[in-house]
């Protein structure tokens, strides 16, 4: 486990489990919305986030958390693990609307500087509706992926039995 990709839905943990995994394995963490956003919630061109996407998966350790879907593909073709969240919408949602009541006003360590967390309605609609736009999607990708390790987590209580046994 030296490049492990991380996806779900947001408010199913991965940013979290992307930070203690690093610190339990000793591997640098790759937050792709730190990677993508600019101050004020402005979206980086396409370039851009590729650009810096394929430069972190040059390296040669790494793990990676996020979605954004058009690059999922490609690191997934980069990566040895992955490590599918696949909860559900509710303990998604309650994980977002958690997220937004302590962290209201303040930029997360995952997030880009000056992404103040915030309440946004179509990311709560985004997550709600995530496993029925997504999980199929997600679990062909898993089935392709024959070079990598893919762990399916489906709760927290399943991330910390994983976090334990490494």
């Known amino acids: 486990m030296e490049r492990i ?3 779900g839905c947001g408010g199913a943990g991965k940013s ?5 995994l690093g610190k339990k394995l000793h591997l640098p963490v790759v937050h792709l919305d730190k990677l993508f956003w600019h101050p004020g919630w ?10 810096k996407i394929h ?13 954004y879907n058009r690059t999922l593909p490609e690191r997934v073709k ?3 693990t992955i490590l599918y ?9 309650l994980g ?12 997360r360590p995952d997030m880009g500087e000056g992404c103040p967390e915030r309440f946004d309605l179509e990311f709560l609609k985004w997550v709600w509706n995530y496993n029925k736009d997504k999980r199929e999607r997600n679990y062909r990708l898993l089935n392709e992926a024959k070079h990598a390790e893919t762990i399916v987590l489906k709760n927290r209580r399943a991330v910390k039995k994983f976090l334990k046994s490494l």
């Open 5 to 7: 990709l991380i996806i």
């Open 16 to 20: 979290t489990l992307a930070r203690q």
């Open 42 to 51: 402005v979206e980086s061109s396409k370039e851009e986030i590729d650009a």
């Open 55 to 67: 430069a972190e998966m040059a390296k040669p350790q790494w793990i990676m958390d996020g979605n």
């Open 78 to 80: 980069h990566c040895d």
């Open 85 to 93: 969240l696949d909860f559900s919408r509710v303990a998604c949602i």
């Open 96 to 107: 977002v609307l958690k997220r937004i009541i302590t962290t209201y006003g303040t930029v």
